[in-house]
């Protein structure tokens, strides 16, 4: 089989760019290695910047997310037993974020793919990727038990940190830079309404904790954990005593309800530069991961595949190569004010279990009452929580 552009992985970045070139007429097939069920119902990120939602919806796949998405004017901060309200909006010139959920969002583009036409190979693991620095180069992947062979004009890697397409970059070509946070999350998703109409950050002395939600009906929740923790080790009981310590606050309380899902995810920073070798284009996961805490990762992912499909668009249409040649230089400099944003957010909250534990202690509540005293502090902050036009 072959096509113009192999894409590897249907997360929202194989899936955004599938999109994207499908309304210019350019021929895409994805290779992804899970079941639909799988990926349309896996509970991942929910925090949609505006660019994206503004990119999704002129795009004619923002109908389910403008009915079921909620929208965020502001978030809270929580620290020395005190809550405090940063109006995002009111700084940032109009600007909000959205609450609606990835498996949403991975949900109303496969529908729109399939009915366009775009063929995606569900169950279908990328094992090589050949002829990256030629015309022509190949995707093998596994489904059914056979082994096949998928050829292109170009392959996007969009398969994710543990994906085949980020190792198939030789090491003498890329330089990686990474992070590995000393803690990781737990995550739990709860069948109870939120019990606060926008976000909490909390951070307090037993470790960091966050509020939010993906539905009117059903609240996301995060707890600080130690990175060799299993889900094991947290019943419930264990779960929404932790939370419930960690966020009180007098007058509030926190409702508890039936757990649905839950995981432990290990924290880490992490680039791949370049993002290309040859004709593999890697976005998303594949090319850097950022700790949730800021809530980039699905939003980078996009805009990823944006600067991708517009390079794509310029090849296939006028036969131009520029773009294609600058996508890795267009796209960093977004990834590390993501990462530096991400990195600091994070460092503000969280419990650090080292020599310099008392030290970081005092920082963190210094920089946390500085950002609320001023305005120009809080309104950098604003700016990049919501998403920076430019970087």
């Given at each position: ?11 929202p970045?194989?899936l955004?760019?599938?999109h994207?070139?499908?309304?210019q007429?350019?021929?895409?097939v994805?290779v992804e ?5 799988y990926?349309e119902?896996?509970v991942?990120?929910?925090l ?6 503004d990119l ?10 403008q009915?079921?998405?909620?929208t965020?004017h502001?978030?809270n901060?929580q620290?020395?037993?005190?809550r ?6 009111e ?7 959205t609450?609606y ?5 991975v949900k ?8 366009a036409g ?10 090589a990727?050949?002829a990256l620095?030629?015309p022509?180069?190949?995707?093998r992947?596994?489904?059914?038990g ?12 969009c398969?994710?940190?543990?994906g085949?397409?980020?190792?198939a970059v030789p090491r ?6 990474e ?13 109870v309404?939120?019990?606060?109409d ?7 002395d037993?470790g ?8 009117p ?5 995060y707890?600080q954990c130690?990175p060799?923790?299993?889900i ?11 939370l419930?310590?960690r ?14 899902d839950?995981?432990?995810?290990e924290m880490?920073?992490?680039?791949i ?13 594949a ?23 517009e ?6 249409q ?13 796209c ?5 004010r ?7 957010w994070?460092s503000?909250f969280?419990?650090?279990?080292d020599a310099d ?6 920082l963190?509540v ?6 609320l005293?001023s305005r120009?502090?809080?309104t ?12």
């Open positions: 089989m072959r096509t113009q552009v192999a894409i590897v992985g249907a997360g970045a194989g955004v760019l599938s994207l070139l499908g309304l007429g350019i021929e895409s994805i290695h899970r079941d639909r069920a990926i119902s896996r991942r990120a929910g949609l910047e505006q660019a994206t939602v999704l919806c002129s795009t004619g796949v923002g109908e389910q997310l009915r079921k998405s909620m965020h502001g978030l901060i620290f020395e037993g005190e405090h309200r940063i109006p995002l909006t700084l940032t010139g109009g600007k909000h974020v609450i959920g990835q498996q949403e969002v109303d583009l496969v529908a729109a793919r399939l009915a775009t063929l995606i190979h569900f169950e279908a693991a990328a094992v990727l050949e620095d030629t022509s180069p190949i995707v992947y596994q489904q059914n056979e082994l096949r062979e998928l050829q292109a004009d170009f392959i996007a890697g398969d994710g940190f543990h085949v397409c980020r190792g003498t070509h890329a330089r990686v830079f992070k590995i946070y000393p803690f990781a999350w737990l995550g739990i998703l709860a069948q309404p939120p019990s606060c926008e976000l909490i950050y909390v951070r307090h037993r960091f904790a966050l509020h939010t939600m993906r539905t009906q059903l609240t996301r929740l707890l130690p060799g923790d299993r094991e080790d947290w019943p419930d009981d264990r779960i929404w005593g932790e419930k310590a966020m009180a606050l007098p007058g509030w309380e926190l409702e508890d309800g039936p757990i649905v839950r995981g432990i995810t880490r920073s992490f680039v530069e370049p993002m290309q070798y040859g004709r593999l284009f890697l976005a998303g996961d090319a850097h991961i950022v700790p949730p805490t800021g809530a980039k990762g699905m939003n980078l992912a996009v805009a990823d595949a944006r600067v991708l499909a390079a794509l668009i310029a090849y296939f006028t036969g131009r190569t520029d773009a294609l040649d600058a996508y890795s230089a267009s960093l400099p977004r990834v590390w993501a990462q530096h944003f991400s990195w600091w994070t503000l969280h419990r650090f279990d534990a008392d030290f970081q202690s005092r963190q210094s920089q946390l009452r500085y950002l005293r120009s502090a809080m950098s902050m604003a700016e990049n929580y919501v998403g920076l036009d430019e970087v």
